[in-house]
């Protein structure tokens, strides 16, 4: 089983793909419920990690990044 790091990355970046706004709520939704006290800070990561790599992929059409990051959400599943 995935831990919840993880289960709110994969969470975060299915909502991202969807077009759907990345909040602490709208992870708990798609991970089925949870502490806000532990989904807040495994978010807070997963979006540090995403500005890391922004700066990275800024060459990158949405479009491409938009489909890997569709394709790594349906991986997890």
């Known amino acids: 089983m ?4 993880q289960r709110v990355a994969a ?11 990345v909040t602490s709520e709208s992870v708990r939704r798609e991970i089925g419920g ?11 990561k997963w979006k540090e ?9 800024l060459a990158v059409p949405a479009e491409v990044i938009a489909a890997i990051r569709k394709a790594g959400t349906t991986a997890w599943r």
């Open 2 to 5: 995935l831990d919840l790091e």
């Open 11 to 21: 969470a975060a970046e299915k909502l991202t793909v969807d077009g759907v706004k």
């Open 34 to 44: 949870g502490s806000l006290r532990d989904i807040c800070p495994a978010l807070r």
């Open 49 to 57: 990690s995403l500005a890391a790599h922004d700066s990275e992929v």
